[in-house]
C-alpha cells in the first residue's frame, strides 16, 4: 500500500481548484479552432494569456505561412511551456486544439462550453482541449505540491492533428525545438494507448470524356468507371477484415471513401469524378506496402475502362504507432496510479486511431496516449454532435497525471 502523503495532497490540490480548470477549459472550447479552414493562431494567443495569468509563460512558435498554406490552413502558432527543476528526464505532454467543424445535429453550443448534468458541451471538449486542462493543472499541482528537485516538463500545445501533425509535433522535433525522453499524448481516462493504427488517405481524379447525354457514346462516362472502381475498392475491405491484429482495441484495417465529386450537369456524361479515400493500416502492417497494393487495386479495377485516366494523389501517409521497449515506466506510473484513482485496473490498448504521438515514437521517444475522456470515443461524441466531457473524468485523470509525474521525476 502507498503510503506517500504527496499522492493524497496533489488530489487534494486539484480538487480545490477544479473550478478553475473547468473555467479554463471553457474557456478553451469558446474560441472556435475548425480545421478547415485551419486558422488556429486566435487560439494559440488566448492560450497563451490564460497561461501567463497562471504563471506559465509559454513560447510561441509560428510555423511559417507558406508551409501552412501548402497543407491548406491558414494559421499554426505551437506552444511549448518549459518547466525545468533539475537533472533527470524530460516529460513532455502533448495535445492538440485544432478540431474538425462541428456539423448539424447539436443540441447545445458547440462553442459555448455549456455544463449540464454534470458534462461540458462543445467541439473540443473531449478531444483534446480537455487535455490542455489535464495537462495544465497536473503541471499546477505537481510545482504547488510535490515541488519536484529533478528532470523537466514541456507541455506541448499544437494545432494540426487533423491534418497530420506535421506541422505540429513534427515540426518541433524537426526544427529542434524539443527532444523530451518520454511523452504522453491526449487520451481517454480508462485506457494507457501504447499502439494504433496509421492512415494512407488519397485523392484519386477519373478522367473521362464529356459529351451530351443524347450521344453519350461520343464521350467517355468518368463516372461509370468510377463506380466500378469503388465496387473494386470495396469489395477489398473482405480481404482486410482477415488481416487481424494482435493488439486490443484494433480489429483489422479497413478502407472508407469519404467524399466524392464529378460531373457538370444532369444532361452531359461526366468528364471528371473525383474521390478520396482513407486505408486505415494495423501497427504490423508496412505504410509503403499498404500504398502499392493500393494504387495496383485502382489500376486494375480502370484497366476495365482503358478511354479513362486515373490521376492518384497521396495526401496523408501517417505511420503507426507499435509500443517501443522502454515505455515501461510510463505505463507502469499511469496505470498504478489510474487504479488508485479510478478504483478499477486500466489496461494497456491500441487504438484503431492514427494520432500526433507517432511522430515522437518516430524520433525514438516512448510515447504512451493518457488523458481525460470516457472508455470509447463514441462515448465522447468526438467528431459528432453534442461531443462532451464527464467532469468525474476530467479531475480524475488529472489526479492521475499529477501523481504519475510525481512518481516519474521522483520528486
Not at 1 to 8: H, S
Not at 189 to 214: D, F, K
Not at 390 to 408: G, I, K, M, W
Request: include cysteine; charged fraction near 15%; proline fraction near 7%.
Amino acid at each position: 500500500m502507498n503510503t506517500d502523503p504527496t499522492l493524497a495532497a496533489l488530489d487534494a490540490w486539484i480538487a480545490q481548484h477544479f473550478d478553475e480548470e473547468v473555467r479554463f477549459l471553457q474557456a478553451l472550447v469558446q474560441v472556435p479552432t475548425d480545421t478547415p479552414p485551419g486558422h488556429n493562431t486566435p487560439h494559440a494567443q488566448r492560450t497563451v494569456q490564460l497561461l501567463a495569468d497562471m504563471g506559465l509563460p509559454a513560447q510561441a512558435h509560428t510555423v511559417p505561412a507558406d508551409q501552412v498554406q501548402a497543407q491548406g490552413m491558414q494559421s499554426v502558432t505551437n506552444l511549448i511551456v518549459r518547466r525545468s527543476y533539475g537533472p533527470g528526464p524530460t516529460i513532455a505532454l502533448n495535445a492538440h486544439g485544432d478540431v474538425v467543424p462541428p456539423g448539424e445535429g447539436w443540441t447545445h453550443d458547440p462553442y459555448g462550453g455549456h455544463i449540464h448534468n454534470g458534462a461540458l458541451y462543445g467541439r473540443a471538449a473531449a478531444v483534446s482541449k480537455s487535455d490542455f486542462a489535464t495537462y495544465t493543472f497536473a503541471l499546477r499541482a505537481l510545482e504547488a505540491v510535490a515541488k519536484p528537485q529533478r528532470g523537466c516538463i514541456e507541455l506541448h500545445f499544437t494545432y494540426d492533428e487533423e491534418l497530420g501533425g506535421t506541422l505540429g509535433p513534427l515540426w518541433l522535433l524537426q526544427n529542434g525545438l524539443t527532444r523530451p525522453d518520454m511523452v504522453v499524448a491526449a487520451g481517454f481516462s480508462y485506457e494507457v494507448v501504447t499502439a494504433h493504427n496509421g492512415c494512407l488517405q488519397m485523392q484519386v481524379t477519373v478522367h473521362g470524356q464529356m459529351a451530351h447525354a443524347a450521344v453519350p457514346h461520343t464521350g467517355v462516362d468518368a463516372l461509370q468507371a468510377a463506380v466500378h472502381i469503388l465496387n473494386a475498392l470495396y469489395a477489398h475491405n473482405a480481404d482486410l477484415a482477415q488481416r487481424t491484429s494482435q493488439f486490443t482495441g484494433i480489429r483489422h484495417p479497413y478502407l472508407n471513401v469519404g467524399r466524392i465529386e464529378g460531373g457538370t450537369h444532369t444532361n452531359v456524361v461526366p468528364g471528371t469524378v473525383r474521390f478520396w479515400l482513407d486505408r486505415r493500416m494495423t501497427p504490423e502492417e508496412n505504410p509503403q506496402a499498404v500504398e502499392a497494393e493500393i494504387r495496383a487495386l485502382l489500376a486494375q479495377a480502370a484497366s476495365a475502362h482503358p478511354a479513362v485516366r486515373l490521376d492518384i494523389k497521396r495526401l496523408l501517409l501517417a505511420q503507426p504507432m507499435t509500443p517501443l521497449p522502454d515505455n515501461a515506466p510510463l505505463v507502469q506510473a499511469l496505470q498504478t496510479q489510474a487504479q488508485a484513482v479510478l478504483g478499477e485496473a486500466i489496461p494497456t490498448m491500441g487504438t484503431p486511431l492514427y494520432t500526433d504521438a507517432r511522430h515522437y515514437a518516430q524520433y525514438g521517444i516512448p510515447a504512451v496516449l493518457y488523458g481525460a475522456g470516457p472508455r470509447t470515443v463514441l462515448e465522447s461524441g468526438a467528431k459528432r454532435a453534442d461531443e462532451h466531457l464527464q467532469l468525474h473524468d476530467l479531475q480524475c485523470a488529472t489526479r492521475v497525471l499529477a501523481r504519475a509525474l510525481h512518481v516519474l521525476l521522483g520528486s
